[in-house]
């Protein structure tokens, strides 16, 4: 599992592991709110990318990525 410092690092291997294998890969999203901590995490079985943040900018920037990844899982083109 590895964890990402920087969001757009993060979203470019994401996509990339998307991209390699779209049939097996899945996320989740953890709020930890002790913490005050989100984790977002995706993977493919074989391979595990991370990110946390307790910054709301990036909460949103999450939010975008995830809102792309969806159209592009359940447009017809690939």
Do not use: G, W
Not at 6 to 14: G, H, L, V
């Amino acid at each position: 599992m590895t964890f990402y410092n920087s969001f757009e690092e993060f979203e470019k291997a994401a996509e990339a592991l998307y991209l390699q294998s779209p049939d097996k890969v899945r996320y989740s999203v953890k709020y930890t709110h002790s913490k005050n901590l989100v984790i977002m995490k995706i993977t493919d079985n074989a391979i595990c990318c991370q990110f946390k943040t307790e910054i709301a900018q990036d909460v949103k920037k999450m939010d975008k990525f995830i809102n792309n990844l969806m159209r592009h899982m359940v447009s017809k083109e690939h």
